[in-house]
């Protein structure tokens, strides 16, 4: 099983930094981990990858799955050897695609039942086939296979059912793991369900707990679907809380720039989404300055790079703004480029917060971050009640009578004076 070692903690908030040492190397906590759902991110080779510091990529099973299949992922070795990748992997179990691909799958106690939307074949995936295909993509951490709903479903009673089937199948997930006798090498993570009710959340967190011994970590799922962010921290925080100290904690489909800070705080030691390279593809660039349209008119005569101060391989050969936007969204180039900044823009986030916290000055990265991330836009209210929650307080220090709270289309806290008291 995985070796997991809490190295710093910060003692304000409940952020950690961790070392987990898996069959392919070390990766340190908190960490972002880029998608690469087809076995590649797009646009990037696998090499390119590892040289912009990824020591831990997602690929997705359902996907692997449908192609290139596993009797291909067997032949070729595993996923590893497959697409070239010599860091650590974890696999998402199929789950998710309950939701995404609802109209395709019917879900029953014993699996779910999908039709391929490439050739109309009916495939049966159960927690006992998630796992063993995960065995043949060879994941350093592999994930049960949980009943997924979306969290805006108003239907109580079916959140109810999923979350109790999602520990039921973890026990299945746990047997078949088991008997494989893999798990010196493939570490099985729970997936904690349960949507926005905080009863149902309870419930399931207590029986996943329960099992603790019998897993390498767990994660918070079902999440990132839309819901109100005042409920999505609240929802993190009593996971984070209620999860073992000694097991890394997984906050599934979280992306954005603010969420990865806020949930570090809570005590979340990882977290992916497809939001970086997918919005890279779109000609947006992530920077610490808030993230910036490369399709803007306003970039079409700008020859500085995205940012100045950037490592990655976009800016510190001096790629134009202006060269970008003349080949956003026109040209693979503009994608591979904006692709290969932003994956080191997570990775400079998270690397931020690592070392801010093993210096005792975490509370203050988190100020300085978001005074810088949202100038002249005002903080989003969740994230102060979230990092106040854990006793960070953004707007400490500014000055009370410009502060105000906006309300509408996500409330924010604004200010008409950057002055410090």
């Known amino acids: 099983m995985a070796k997991f070692e809490i190295l710093h903690r910060c003692s304000t908030t409940r952020a950690r930094v961790s070392r987990l040492t898996m069959a392919h190397g070390e990766t340190v906590l908190p960490t972002f981990m880029p998608v690469a759902t087809q076995a590649a991110i797009k646009g990037l080779t696998a090499q390119q990858v590892e040289q912009l510091g990824v020591t831990l990529l997602l690929n997705n099973t359902y996907h692997l799955n449908l192609r290139p299949g596993v009797d291909i992922l067997n032949k070729a070795g595993g996923a590893h050897r497959f697409q070239g990748w010599d860091g650590n992997m974890l696999t998402d179990s199929g789950g998710f695609q309950f939701v995404s691909l609802s109209k395709f799958a019917q879900i029953t106690e014993e699996g779910a039942l999908f039709a391929s939307p490439f ?5 049966m995936l159960t927690p006992e086939e998630s796992i063993s295909i995960q065995h043949a993509i060879g994941a350093d951490i592999i994930m049960q296979l949980d009943d997924v709903v979306p969290s805006l479903t108003p239907d109580r009673a079916r959140v109810q059912e999923a979350s109790e089937r999602s520990v039921r199948w973890l026990d299945r997930c746990i047997a078949f793991h088991e008997a494989s006798g893999r798990q010196s090498t493939q570490n099985l993570f729970a997936i904690v369900q349960g949507g926005l009710d905080f009863e149902l959340r309870a419930r399931c967190l207590e029986q996943m707990v329960e099992r603790k011994d019998k897993v390498a970590g767990f994660a918070v799922g079902g999440l990132s679907g839309g819901e109100e962010k005042d409920v999505f921290w609240r929802v993190v925080k ?13 906050c599934m489909g979280v992306g954005f720039a603010e969420d990865l800070l806020v949930c570090v705080a809570l005590g979340i030691d990882m977290a992916d989404c497809v939001f970086p390279t997918r919005t890279a593809r779109f000609g947006v660039a992530l920077t610490r300055d808030g993230p910036v349209n490369l399709r803007l008119a306003k970039h079409a005569t700008d020859l500085s790079p995205i940012d100045r101060e950037c490592p990655c391989p976009t800016c510190s050969i001096g790629t134009s703004r202006a060269l970008l936007h003349h080949t956003a969204t026109r040209e693979t180039t503009a994608a591979h480029a904006v692709t290969m900044h932003n994956i080191v823009f ?10 801010a916290i093993a210096q005792g000055t975490f509370p203050q990265y988190l100020k300085d971050f978001f005074a810088r991330y949202f100038v002249g836009t005002g903080y989003p209210e ?3 009640n979230a990092l106040r929650s854990v006793g960070v307080d953004l707007l400490d220090g500014l000055d009370p009578h410009h502060i105000k709270i906006v309300q509408g289309s996500g409330a924010k806290w604004e200010y008409s004076d950057k002055k410090r008291k």
């Open 238 to 250: 009593q996971c984070a809380e209620g999860l073992p100290e000694d097991k890394p904690r997984y």
């Open 119 to 123: 050739t109309g074949e009916p495939t």
């Open 346 to 355: 997570q990775a400079q986030v998270m690397g931020g917060a690592r070392d």
């Open 382 to 384: 969740w994230c102060v």
